[in-house]
Structures are given as structure tokens and as C-alpha cells.
């Protein structure tokens, strides 16, 4: 009888071995299945603990854009334009590269400046000819436009002149309702330079995306529905760029605006990259307070005129420093030699 029960339970011992290893092994997998499950768990409640972010719209990121700026400006812009504008500090020293040498003769426009050229305020600037009354197209911008007092003084020379006006800024918030108010205003926008007494805000730099651009010009039409020409501010390392300013101009036409070059480096690539596309290159003749004295802007202003009627129209810039408006009143009577125009009025030339 033993014998039998010691076969039986030798015959029997393969099965209980199997059943065995079948049980460890679906225990192994029960092990690792619900490791997989609390894995998947924790990671699943970690994401779900996080807000989920909605795909932001066009107007969502402006305004982020604007409040990013906005920002930058309160901790950037408080030493300067805080009770008056800083005129020389808004990049007019830079103008100066290229002022001086488009000063000398009113042939700026044909051919690149020399940037060590400098200004003969001594020479008497030639006098617009009698016999050519009024056969010339003048425009003059006055960039830097920030403030209410400058706005009442230059409407006050009841002279059509276009008021270039910076974006807004915590400095001077109002330029948007101030460029409301006058019969053709443009925006003065900062461009990188290559140095700076002063950043302002809404400053476009070369290493700045399409998107940034897009942001900040799109900023700006908001903010000037009704301006059609912008004009840079500064702008030496920008203007010079021919990456950022191909990019800047893509960005302008999309939404309305036309580019008129300060030429504040005669460095600039706008007049090649204009050319390749086959578009009219807009941009300053003539500086006319490099020397912020009264008579000197009147010679400025008799050889911006001299060149007006030489070659059918020019464009003169100017600052709303006081000696230039008081240049400008004393020169009503020669600027009737030619005639004046607002930006919105230029064409090809």
C-alpha cells in the first residue's frame, strides 16, 4: 500500500510543479499590470492638475504683447521725456551720422552720404529761383512728437506740415489721441541703433522674429488707425539689416503702411532692397535742425527748397525743438516758393 501511495505521489508531482509556475506566473503579471496602472495614474493626475491653456486668439497675444511692453517701459523710460521731451536723446545724435553730409548739398538724394562730411554752416545756401515759383513739392516731417504743447505750436505755424508721433509710452500715453487731432500725422518708430542716449518702447530690433514684428506693428495700427506712412526712429543697425528690414517691410504692407527711410546710416539697405522690388524709395533729403540754432535751420530750409525745385519734390526732417519752429514761422514767406505737401501726398518720385 505504500508503495502504491509513493508512485501516486511521484506521478503527481509534474502537475503540481506546473500549476505552481502557472500561479507565479500570473501573480508576476498581476505585479506588473497594476505597476503599469499606478504608473499611468500618477502621470495621468499630474497632467490633469494642471490648468489646460486654450489656443490663445490674434487679440490674446497683442494684448500680451502690449502688457509685455508695457512692463519693459515702466522700469525703462522714467530719465527721460518725463516734464519735456529730450530731443537730443531720442536718437537725433545718431541722424547726425548721415545729417551732416545730406546738409552740405542738396545732391543728398542721388548717391550715399559720406558719413565724416561735414556741415559748412558758413556757405550761403543758394536762393530758391524767383522764376520757378511753386515748382517744387516739399514735405517736412517734424519726428519726436510726444506732448500737447508741441502739438499746439506747430498746428500754431498754420503750415502743412505731417507731426511724426512716437507710439505711446507711460512718458506720453496720449500720442495716439494727439495724432486724432492734426490733419496728417505718421508714426516714428524705434528701430535698433547702434548706440543709444535713450531705448524707447515698441523698439524693433534685427534679432526680432516675424511674429515679434507682427506683434508690434499690429500694436501700433491698433493704436493708429488712420496713419498710413511710418517713419524709423533711429534705426542705424536696423536700417542696415538687410534680414530685419526686408522683414519689417513685409510686415508693413500687411498692414497698410508705408516706410519712409530717416537715413540715420548710410549704411541703409532700404534703397537696394526697394529697388530689387521695383518700389518707390521714400526718405529724408534734407536734416534740418543738426544745428539746433535758428539761422542755421533757415539755411536748412532754403536748401531744402533749393532741392525741391531741382528735382521736383524732396522731404526735409525736422525735431519740435523751439528754434525750429521759430525757424519755421520766419520762412513762411520763401516755403511759398514751393509748394507743401503732406506725406499722404507723395507719389513716386
Known amino acids: 500500500m505504500s508503495t502504491k501511495r509513493r508512485t501516486k505521489g511521484f506521478k503527481g508531482f509534474p502537475k503540481l510543479r506546473s500549476g505552481a509556475l502557472a500561479l507565479l506566473l500570473l501573480l508576476a503579471l498581476s505585479i506588473v499590470g497594476a ?3 499606478y504608473l499611468y495614474w500618477l502621470l495621468h493626475l499630474e497632467d490633469a492638475s494642471k490648468p489646460q491653456k ?4 490674434i487679440a490674446q497675444i497683442r494684448a500680451l504683447e502690449e502688457a509685455a511692453l508695457r512692463s519693459i517701459w515702466s522700469s525703462s523710460s522714467q530719465a527721460s521725456s518725463s516734464s519735456q521731451p529730450q530731443e537730443g536723446g531720442d536718437g537725433q545724435g545718431e541722424e547726425n551720422e548721415s545729417a551732416s553730409s545730406t546738409q552740405s548739398t ?4 542721388s548717391s550715399l552720404p559720406s558719413q565724416k562730411e561735414a556741415p559748412s554752416p558758413q556757405k550761403e545756401p543758394p536762393s530758391p529761383g524767383t522764376g520757378a515759383s511753386r515748382s517744387g ?5 517734424i519726428d519726436d512728437v510726444a506732448f500737447p504743447f508741441q502739438v499746439r505750436a506747430l498746428l500754431a505755424l498754420d503750415l502743412p506740415i505731417t507731426l511724426s508721433f512716437f507710439p505711446p509710452s507711460p512718458s506720453h500715453p496720449d500720442t495716439p489721441a494727439l495724432a486724432r487731432k492734426v490733419p ?3 508714426v516714428h518708430l524705434p528701430l535698433e541703433a547702434l548706440r543709444y542716449s535713450h531705448k524707447e518702447p515698441y523698439l524693433l530690433r534685427t534679432r526680432d522674429s516675424i511674429l515679434k514684428m507682427e506683434r508690434t506693428i499690429a500694436a501700433i495700427r491698433n493704436h493708429f488707425p488712420q496713419v498710413r506712412y511710418i517713419n524709423n526712429h533711429t534705426g542705424s543697425r536696423f536700417t542696415a539689416d538687410v534680414r530685419a528690414m526686408e522683414g519689417l517691410l ?12 530717416s537715413r540715420t546710416t548710410p549704411k541703409t539697405v532700404v534703397p537696394a532692397i526697394m529697388r530689387s522690388q521695383g518700389r518707390p524709395y521714400l526718405h529724408r533729403d534734407i536734416f534740418l535742425d543738426h544745428v539746433p540754432e535758428v539761422e542755421a535751420i533757415r539755411r536748412q530750409i532754403h536748401r531744402a527748397i533749393a532741392l525741391a525745385q531741382r528735382q521736383g519734390l524732396a522731404i526735409a ?6 528754434e525750429t519752429i521759430e525757424a519755421l514761422r520766419r520762412s513762411k514767406e520763401i516755403l511759398k516758393k514751393v509748394r507743401l505737401i503732406y506725406v499722404n501726398e507723395l507719389k513716386e518720385r
Do not use: E, N
Open 137 to 141: 513739392r516739399l514735405a517736412i516731417i
Open 54 to 57: 486654450p489656443p490663445r486668439t
Open 35 to 37: 505597476l503599469g496602472l
Open 184 to 186: 496728417c500725422a505718421m
Open 317 to 322: 526732417i525736422g525735431h519740435p525743438h523751439k
Open 106 to 109: 542738396p545732391q543728398a538724394s
Open 250 to 261: 513685409a510686415v508693413l504692407d500687411q498692414y497698410g503702411f508705408t516706410f519712409i527711410d
